[in-house]
C-alpha cells in the first residue's frame, strides 16, 4: 500500500531522514520507534508532505506521491494526527472534526459527512457530550481523541499517528489503542504508529521499525523486536546487565 | 449562527430608520463616515480576526481604490461605476499577486511588509503629481448615478453607503459560518494542523488577503465619490494603524464587533474635538483599558456582560461553561 525508498529529508542545513526505506501492506498497524530526535515525526511529516523530502520516491497505493501538497495527500486517503495532538483550540469540537471533513465538503458528501460525524462520536462517546465545548477546554486524553475522530473524518485508508500516547495516563492509552486496533478490525485501516512508548505499541503492532538518528536500524515482526535484545536494552528500558549476564 | 442572523435583521432595520432621528447634515455625515469605517474594518477582521494574518498596510488598497476610481471617472470620463468595478478588480488582481510573496511571512515579518507596502502606496499618492494632483489632492470627482437619481445628498449618500456596508457585513457573517470560515479559524490557530487536514492553507491565506483588499477598494471608491475630493492624507499609516485599532476594540474574529469598533473611532474624534490636540492621551487610555478588561473587544465584552446578567435575571446558572 505505502512504499518509501530511500528518502531524505532536511530541516535547512541539518539532514534528518538519510535514505530511509519503509513499507505498509494494507490492513497492517506498523510502528515507528526510536529516541528523541531520530527522525520519527520527520517521517510523517515528510509522508503528508507538511516538510517535503529533497530525494526519494513515495508510492502510495501505486501513485507516486512524493511531490504532492498536502491537501492532495489527504485527498488521496492519508491523515495525519500530528505530535501534541494539534487541535484547534479556539474552536467547538464539532468544528474541529467538521474540519477534519474539509476536503468532503466540496464533493458535497455532506450527508456521509454526518454519518461519519456520527462514527466517531460512538467511537468516543465523550466527544459527543462536548461537541459545543471549545476544545482547548478538553483534557489531554479528550484531546487525544478529538485529533483521531478529526483525522479519520477524512475517511483515511492510512492513518498516521505521531505520538497518540504522549503525556496520557495509562488508562487512557489503553483506550485509545484499543480504538485503533479496533478500526482495524472493522475498517481494515492501515496504521503507521510513531511511539515512545515502544512496549504498549510493539504489543499491538504487527510489524515494527527501529529509527535511529535519521537511519533505519532495524525492522521486523513485532514480537521479534520485542524480543531483540539490542532493542529491550535501548528502547524497553532493560537493564544491559539485567540481559546480558542473566 | 441563527442569533447571527437575527441580529443582522436587527441592525439593518436600525440602519435603515436611524436616519428619521437625525435632521441635519453634521451627524448624518458622521453615520456616512461610519459606514465606509464599517467595511474596512470587517474587511480587514476577515484577514485579521479569522486568517490571523495582520496588515499595517490595509489603508493603501482603501487608497488604490480611491484613486483608481477618482483618476478614471475624472480625468478620463469613466462612469463612476465602472470605475468602482476595474477598482476592485485592479486592487484584486494587485493583492492577490502580492499576497504570494508577502503571506508567506509570519507576525512581525508580515507587519513589516505590509507596513512596507503601504508607505510605498503613500509614496506614489504623493509624488506622481500629474497623476494623483500630489499633496494637493484630487478634486472634482463626479457623484455616483443611478438613472436621474444622482448621490449628492448626505441622506443619500447615507443609504448609498449603508447599503455597500449591510452587504459587506452579510457576506462576512456568511463567509464565517461556512466552511472556509472554519478553515480561517484553523490556520489561524495552527497553521501545520491546518494542513494536514487539507486545507491549503497558502492559497486560501492570498485569496483571503486578495477578497479583504478588494472590500477596501470598493470602500475607497464610495469614499471618493460620496466625499468629491482625496487627497494622501486620508490613506497614510496613521489610517491603516487605526483600521488596526477599530478590529482589535471591537473584538477579532466578530463581525457585529468591527461595526462598533468602527462606530467608536468615527465618533470619538469628533467628541474629542473639545480637547483638541490631547485626544491622542484619550485613545491611548482607550486601548490601554481595552485590552486589560475587554481582551475579546466591545463585541466579547458585551457579550460576557450580558452572560453576567442574564442568571441573576432568570436565578439559574448557565450550565455552558
Known amino acids: ?246 | 449562527m441563527k442569533r447571527d442572523y437575527l441580529l443582522f435583521l436587527l441592525f439593518a432595520t436600525v440602519v435603515l430608520v436611524a436616519p428619521a432621528a437625525f435632521k441635519g447634515g453634521y451627524l448624518l455625515n458622521v453615520l456616512v463616515f461610519m459606514g465606509i469605517n464599517t467595511m474596512l474594518a470587517v474587511a480587514l477582521n476577515l484577514l485579521l480576526g479569522f486568517a490571523g494574518q495582520i496588515s499595517l498596510g490595509h489603508a493603501s488598497f482603501f487608497g488604490l481604490g480611491a484613486y483608481l476610481s477618482g483618476i478614471l471617472s475624472t480625468t478620463y470620463g469613466f462612469n463612476p461605476w465602472l470605475t468602482m468595478v476595474i477598482a476592485a478588480v485592479a486592487v484584486g488582481i494587485l493583492a492577490f499577486g502580492l499576497g504570494f510573496p508577502i503571506l508567506k511571512l509570519k507576525g512581525h515579518y508580515l507587519a513589516m511588509a505590509t507596513l512596507g507596502f503601504g508607505i510605498i502606496v503613500y509614496i506614489v499618492f504623493n509624488e506622481t503629481v500629474a497623476l494623483t494632483g500630489g499633496p494637493s489632492g484630487l478634486s472634482g470627482i463626479p457623484n455616483l448615478k443611478m438613472g436621474s437619481l444622482t448621490f449628492d445628498g448626505d441622506l443619500k449618500n447615507y443609504y448609498l453607503i449603508w447599503c455597500f456596508a449591510l452587504v459587506t457585513m452579510l457576506l462576512a457573517i456568511n463567509l464565517a459560518h461556512s466552511r472556509i470560515g472554519r478553515a480561517l479559524r484553523a490556520i489561524h490557530d495552527s497553521e501545520v494542523a491546518s494542513r494536514v487536514m487539507g486545507v491549503n492553507a497558502r492559497l486560501l491565506k492570498v485569496q483571503v488577503f486578495a477578497l479583504s483588499a478588494i472590500i477596501s477598494a470598493v470602500a475607497g471608491s464610495l469614499y471618493a465619490h460620496t466625499m468629491s475630493f482625496i487627497s494622501p492624507a486620508s490613506f497614510g499609516f496613521n489610517f491603516s494603524v487605526e483600521l488596526v485599532t477599530m478590529v482589535i476594540i471591537g473584538g477579532l474574529g466578530s463581525i457585529f464587533g468591527s461595526f462598533l469598533g468602527a462606530a467608536l473611532l468615527t465618533i470619538l474624534p469628533e467628541l474629542l474635538r473639545v480637547v483638541q490636540d490631547y485626544d491622542i492621551v484619550v485613545y491611548g487610555l482607550l486601548l490601554i483599558v481595552m485590552t486589560m478588561y475587554m481582551p475579546k473587544g466591545l463585541a466579547g465584552g458585551i457579550a460576557s456582560l450580558a452572560r453576567r446578567l442574564r442568571p441573576a435575571k432568570k436565578g439559574v446558572v448557565d450550565a455552558q461553561g
Do not use: C
Open chain 1, 1 to 246: 500500500m505505502l512504499r518509501l525508498k530511500n528518502i531524505n529529508s532536511y530541516y535547512g542545513q541539518v539532514h534528518a531522514l538519510r535514505n530511509v526505506s519503509l513499507h505498509l501492506a494494507k490492513g497492517e498497524i506498523v510502528t515507528l520507534i526510536g529516541a528523541n530526535g531520530a527522525g520519527k515525526t520527520t517521517l510523517l511529516n515528510t509522508l503528508s508532505a507538511v516538510v517535503p523530502a529533497r530525494s526519494g520516491e513515495i508510492l502510495f497505493q501505486g501513485e507516486e506521491i512524493v511531490a504532492h501538497p498536502p491537501d492532495r495527500i489527504v485527498e488521496l486517503g492519508i491523515s495525519h494526527v500530528p505530535e501534541g495532538r494539534q487541535v484547534f483550540k479556539p474552536l467547538s469540537v464539532e468544528d474541529n472534526l467538521e474540519l477534519g471533513a474539509y476536503l468532503r465538503y466540496l464533493k458535497k458528501e455532506k450527508a456521509a459527512i454526518r454519518e461519519d460525524l456520527e462514527m466517531v462520536y460512538s467511537l468516543f462517546p465523550r466527544l459527543r457530550e462536548r461537541r459545543k465545548q471549545m476544545a482547548g477546554t478538553l483534557s489531554g486524553g479528550e484531546q487525544q481523541m478529538l485529533a483521531i475522530g478529526r483525522a479519520l473524518m477524512a475517511r483515511p485508508k492510512l492513518l498516521l499517528l505521531d505520538e497518540p500516547s504522549m503525556g496520557l495516563a495509562p488508562l487512557v492509552v489503553q483506550e485509545i489503542f484499543r480504538v485503533i486496533e479496533n478500526l482495524r478490525r472493522e475498517k481494515g485501516t492501515t496504521v503507521l504508529l510513531v511511539e515512545q512508548n515502544a512496549k504498549a505499541a510493539l504489543s499491538m503492532a504487527d510489524r515494527g521499525y527501529v529509527l535511529e538518528t535519521g537511519r533505519m536500524i532495524l525492522e521486523g515482526e513485532a514480537s521479534e523486536l520485542l524480543e531483540n535484545r539490542e532493542v529491550q536494552r535501548a528502547y524497553l528500558g532493560k537493564e544491559k546487565k539485567e540481559i546480558w549476564e542473566r
